[in-house]
């Protein structure tokens, strides 16, 4: 029986520096990701969208390893959003189950498509979570502004908040790649079964269209309160003129007195 753990450790990981560092042996590699064989029966994936999924090993190998990746992550946190999954192998047939595969091949290649689709779920976990904090926030506002019919949100943090949902999508529209098949699959069909398998039962498509989904119901928000922004601008702007027409109205008047 194979152990698989996913873990999203930060926002991003810088893969070529780690590359150059990196001693162990490694099978696979692209600017996304690096997949290394540290023994027979032992893997280690690192991806660039901040995940790093583990095959056979224990929790102080997964922590020495850890630490030696941190220096090379973006924004580096606390590890708590992780994923196991079992691999039962040398299987009569393939079977697929809520946390467990069971394979008759358990190749090289068959292990990395495993240990990719469990990291691609821990890393959807991750935006979902985000992408929800970020509709919370969205919602107090709407809600303060049914209750008392205006913005409880300044001109700059309104901007901060636009700046981060914008980078959200930003980062989660570079990684579109990761909900792809790998080449390996296409050009073998035990890889494609066990591949479009795995995005079924982790619900891979669903909830990354939800995570848009949610986004683009934030970005609508945003822009009426943008919108809502610059009507209260331009009216208090209105207001100051009228006021200064008004004083020089005032002056007008008092100068005419003077005069009589």
């Not at 945003?222 to 209260?232: A, C, E, K, Q, S």
Request: glycine share 2%.
């Amino acid at each position: 029986m194979y152990k698989v753990l996913s873990i999203q450790i930060s926002d991003n990981i810088y893969i070529k520096p780690f590359k150059s560092v990196c001693v162990f042996e490694l099978a696979f590699s692209d600017a996304d990701e690096l997949f290394y064989k540290i023994s027979p029966e032992k893997y280690v994936y690192v991806f660039r969208y901040g995940v790093v999924c583990f095959l056979n090993h224990n929790e102080e190998e997964i922590t020495s390893f850890i630490k030696q990746l941190s220096p090379y992550c973006k924004n580096f946190f606390d590890p708590t959003l992780r994923e196991e999954f079992e691999v039962e192998t040398n299987t009569k047939e393939n079977k697929f189950g809520y946390n467990k595969i069971e394979i008759m091949n358990p190749g090289t290649d068959a292990l990395r498509i495993i240990m990719l689709n469990v990291s691609e779920s821990v890393a959807l976990d991750y935006y979902t979570e985000q992408s929800t904090l970020l509709l919370a926030a969205t919602n107090e506002q709407t809600l303060f502004l049914e209750q008392k019919g205006m913005l409880h949100i300044s001109g700059r943090n309104l901007k901060k908040f636009i700046g981060k949902t914008i980078n959200l999508k930003n980062r989660i529209t570079e990684n579109l790649y990761i909900f792809d098949s790998p080449p390996e699959a296409w050009d073998n069909e035990y890889l494609y079964k066990i591949d479009s398998e795995l995005k079924k039962t982790f619900d891979i498509q669903s909830r990354y269209r939800n995570i848009h989904e949610e986004l683009q119901i934030i970005k609508e928000n945003l822009g009426l309160f943008v919108d809502i922004m610059h009507h209260r601008k331009s009216s208090m702007l209105e207001t100051v003129v009228i006021l200064l027409i008004l004083v020089e109205v005032i002056n007008l008047i008092i100068e005419k007195i003077l005069q009589l």
